[in-house]
């Protein structure tokens, strides 16, 4: 039997199915959605034994329940494949156990970083998250980052464990997105929150400042989301009917037409990996100022100098991504009341507005 890695912290909890993560929207460069921390490899003598029951007697400090919620939530894996609590482990077999972090410091501590809270109750917390703020400890940023801060904000609150995986963050949005998520505070607000997002109940909407103009005032873009094979940082869109990534939809909106870029609601059906940046770009409209997708250059207008001086002063005036998550609704998961929440425009975001409102005559 071979387990990896070697110096495994084997008292770390594995995510159970409250862990429901809404994909859109981490960053790609983080890796994929699941990481592996454990892998148990079988023996050629060993006999056929259910999967919990064979990590339980190879994976010390941890319960066989917490197991067998792993398996439903399909964080356990045979060959690349994720597998049932009752699956039956074979000779030759490699059992991966992965978990929704990257496997570094799984510890995260409180640092004092200031927060946005829209609201706060016993049961969760809408944050409006400010760009630049990288949401989840990964690669590169292990520390300050928005769960880092809520630690800090809930560190007087002794039922509250930024650490343990049924709490916290139901849903993520890129470090360069603006506006509202929501965090559940205990293991039940996080399965009925998890729950709603699983089932597409939930309101989002978000503005978002594109290249180029629309024939039409409003539009479905329905494509398959999976990493473009030809750049790993990027997403791309694939044929609906294929069996390539997985299916998305998203639904815009004209709101607000200038000379070269547009201002769209977009509103998701589905929430997948950088969703409305590759649909977009995928339609031909890609995000301004949008370096991971090419939004970062004139791709509409002119080319005369004043012009060219206009577009570099609006990609410093906002230099990420026009992409802000506007609106948040979803059922309270105690009381069952309708909470609906919508964050104004940031800064960087209505000067670049007011820019192209005020902006005329570029070929002088």
Known sequence: MALYPDDIDKTAELPSLTSYQDPDEEEVDEGPSLYEHYRVEADKSQKLLRVDKFLIAHLSGISRNRIQKAADAGFIMC??????????????????????????????????????????????????????????????????????????????????????PEIGLVHRIDKDTSGLLVVAKTPSAKTHLGLQ????????????????????????????????????????????????????????????????????????????????????????????????????QLLRGVQFPKYKQFIQNCFDTCPRQALHAKTLGFTHPRTGEQMDFTSELPADMSTLLDKWRKATNFEN
Request: charged share 25%; net charge neutral.
């Open 197 to 296: 997002f699983f089932n597409k109940t939930t309101r989002r909407e978000y503005n978002a400042l594109v290249w180029g103009s629309f024939k039409e005032p409003e539009g479905t873009i329905v494509g398959n989301i999976a990493r473009n094979p030809h750049d790993r940082m990027q997403m791309g869109v694939f044929p609906p009917e294929s069996e390539i990534g997985k299916h998305a939809v998203t639904h815009y909106k004209v709101l607000e037409s200038f000379a070269y870029v547009t201002l769209v609601k977009c509103v998701l059906e589905t929430g997948r990996t950088h969703q409305i940046r590759a649909h977009m770009k995928h339609i031909g409209h890609p995000l301004f100022n949008d370096a991971r997708y090419g939004g970062d």
């Open 79 to 164: 060959d690349e494949t994720p597998i049932k609590r009752s699956y039956k482990v074979k000779p030759g077999d490699v059992i991966r156990v992965m978990l929704d972090r990257p496997y570094h410091e799984l510890k995260i501590d409180a640092e004092d970083i200031p927060l946005d809270i829209v609201y706060e109750d016993s049961d969760l917390i809408v944050v409006n998250k400010q760009a630049g703020l990288v949401v989840h400890p990964g690669h590169g940023n292990w520390r300050g980052t928005l769960l880092n801060a809520l630690a800090w904000h809930m560190k007087d609150d002794k039922r509250f464990d930024i650490n343990n």
